[in-house]
């Protein structure tokens, strides 16, 4: 019987009612209590017309209201979209124009800013008391379950749709020693509005681990949330496990050790980062590689990921993967070339016909990235494929640069991109928000000493990255200051 991602919420309700399934600042729910919720939600968008099929967008502050309205929605077979409360009224509006939005649910004021009919959250969805019937369920299966868009760095958002067993394959990839149990506390500080944040809870739920939604806006409290809730599975961004490293520095023991999986992803781990993290941190850090369009794709743990330097792991199993050349030949071993993947889970195309032209062929899903494989199969990962640079001749990769900015000690973020000039040539700039003194100087000469030719011409100190709404950086914003008229 195909299943619906919903499902194992359905599961853990009957067979652990009164076991915790969120603790939302510090308020347990129950996984019959959340279960009810979502009954009660999915017949209310019943009631409002809602049908199989039907695309509704999802514009919440809270994270349990927008979680109890996701697991509704796919509980009934709507499709549903995020459209994020931090996107500007006419960015949503145009959002639920293109992909045929019929209603908006959420708990903001401007909710109905899309100009579209809004449910608004119920408090009495989460009342403790009251049987619920099970209402309608949709069988899931390869049926369209959430439409997902890319971060849009380089142009406009690709929009693409995961399916229930897109999302179920992505769960069967984890190996068991990194997968998510009944007794783990699951923590990050991601919104919903994100496809991964959205499948790592729905996932955590099936397996009847604790959610954790609180407070997180500094290294201070994260590292307060951690202890305070005794979390044992976080996923975290680079920078956050900085901070981590940041504020267990002088300790002389491992300052969480509760965490049994503690993930990192999203960007460049610089091997400092990663041996400090190790230290200090935690000894079960978990490195993880993947996309949007394809999920996890490999994974380092512990130990290996110093072993390998710069390393992402090995590909995860029901992972197909090839790095080739510009005429899709495989390359040889420790030469960087375009990945691409094939599998369960990858999606097959995008909402617009020549994106899909350019990213699908042969079953093959070509994500856009540069990496390489040694002769045992663990990946490097360089960059983007449209953010490589070609200066004098030589190929310079932004992960290079990056990766020796972020390992001097007063550098917390780094992005490398190129500048072009008029002969043709793309001069290697970069840009860092520093955590401590330091000049251009300094850091041009500590690129030099490590990279030679391949250093970057000039290096911006900035006291914040330009970034989309994705959080993602804007490298062509970077780029604008150093031209003539700009900001730099």
Known sequence: ??????????????????????????????????????????????????????????????????????????????????????????????????????????????????????????????????????GPRHEGGCQPFMICHSSGTTGTRKTFTLSHADMLARWRRHPAATAVRAEDVFFSPARLDFAT???????????????VFDRCASSEELAGLLDRHQVTWSVITPNGLAGLARLAMGSRAIRFPHLRVLTVGGSIVPDGLRRAALERVSGNLLVSYGTNEAGIIAQVMGEDALRHPATVGRALDGVSWEIVDGQDRPVAPGTPGHLRVAGEGVVKGYADAATSTRAVRGGWLYPGDVLSADSEGRLTFHGRSDDMMIFDGINVFPAEVENVLLDHPSVREAAAFPLSEQAGD???MAAVVAHGPVGEAALLAHCRDRLGLRAPRRVMVLDAMPRNVDGKILKRELAARLTPGGSA
Not at 62 to 78: E, F, Q, S
Not at 197 to 211: D, H, P, R, Y
């Open 426 to 428: 793309q001069m290697p």
């Open 197 to 211: 944040c959205k499948s790592a809870l729905f996932w955590c739920l099936g397996q009847g681990a604790t959610i």
């Open 1 to 134: 019987m195909p299943l619906n991602v919903s499902d194992g919420l359905a599961r853990q309700a009957r067979e652990r009612p009164y076991a915790v399934a969120v603790l939302a600042r510090g308020q347990p729910v129950h996984f019959a209590t959340l279960e009810r919720a979502v009954r009660r939600a999915a017949a209310a968008f019943v009631a409002r017309g809602v049908t199989p099929g039907q695309t509704v967008g999802l514009t919440f502050g809270r994270p349990l209201w927008h979680l109890v309205a996701a697991l509704a929605l796919a509980r009934i077979g709507a499709v549903q979209v995020a459209l994020a409360p931090t996107d500007p009224p006419a960015m949503r509006r145009a959002t639920a124009r293109e992909l045929g939005v019929v209603l908006v649910a959420g708990d903001v004021a401007d909710a109905g800013e899309a100009g579209l009919p809004v449910l608004h959250s119920d408090p009495a969805w989460l009342a403790k008391a009251g049987e619920v019937a099970a």
